[in-house]
């Protein structure tokens, strides 16, 4: 079965700080790509974070980062010197390529707090 | 380049009403799809189209019709509205090559 987990439902930083936000997936192919969504109170999707399975490099966009570990089927996001703005769920996912529709698989979420 | 648009924004609907929400992208996207998000459940594949005139099923059809006459457009009609249809819908869309899914910014469905 494809899963996604996201092992902490909801997590708190201090403004400025460093957080980790754990994903872990299930899959049985080796070609796939993994994302990271942010969901503001707004309720808009906004892509954070992209990374291509066969990519061995980490991707990095500006304060985020990923952490991918493709044996472990990890694919953890820190976001570095945490704003206010970051407070927001945040949603791990991937989809197999090669396939003829990208089905998305999501995990059920993490809230994060930012602390002023 | 407005990416993709849903309307209505917020919709409230009576048992048994029918209504269509609208999804409209101008990305060039060939794959285009429609969630629900409730509350501690994540998010829901409802139906999905690979292209003009082509849809299938998601993991949450009933009571769900869509189709896609155009590259651009993809509506979800709600054919006898129930509360158990209350809920967040969101259209995404994405292109066969990149794969990434852009979201709309979401129709809150209130049904009574």
């Known amino acids: 079965a494809q899963t996604v987990t996201q092992s902490q439902p909801e997590m708190s930083v201090q403004e400025a700080e460093t957080v980790t936000l754990s994903c872990t997936y299930d899959?049985?192919?080796?070609?796939?790509?993994l994302f990271w969504y942010k969901q503001p109170p707004s309720r808009q999707m906004i892509l954070v974070i992209r990374?291509?399975?066969?990519?061995?490099q980490n991707a990095t966009e500006n304060r985020f980062s990923v952490n991918f570990q493709k044996a472990a089927k990890s694919f953890s996001l820190k976001i570095s010197d945490s704003q206010l703005g970051d407070a927001a769920m945040y949603f791990c996912?991937?989809?197999?390529?090669?396939?003829?529709?990208?089905?998305?698989?999501f995990g059920s979420g993490t809230k994060l707090n930012v602390k002023p | 380049n407005a990416g993709v648009t849903q309307t209505p924004k917020f919709q409230v609907l009576k048992t048994g009403q029918s209504m269509t929400l609208q999804c409209a992208q101008d990305?060039?996207?060939?794959?285009m799809s429609w969630y629900r998000q409730d509350p501690g459940m994540g998010l829901r594949l409802i139906h999905y189209?690979?292209?003009?005139?082509?849809?299938d099923q998601g993991e949450v059809p009933n009571g769900y019709n869509v189709s896609r006459s155009t590259t651009e457009d993809f509506p979800l009609r709600l054919l006898s509205a129930a509360p158990s249809q209350t809920s967040v819908y969101f259209c995404?869309?994405?292109?066969?090559?990149?794969?990434?899914?852009?979201f709309g910014p979401g129709t809150r469905l209130l049904v009574l």
């Open positions: 995404a869309s994405s292109s066969a090559q990149e794969r990434t899914q852009y």
């Open positions: 899959t049985s192919e080796s070609d796939y790509y």
């Open positions: 990374q291509e399975a066969y990519k061995q």
């Open positions: 996912a991937y989809t197999l390529r090669g396939h003829n529709f990208n089905k998305f698989y």
């Open positions: 990305m060039n996207h060939e794959y």
């Open positions: 189209s690979v292209g003009a005139g082509i849809t």
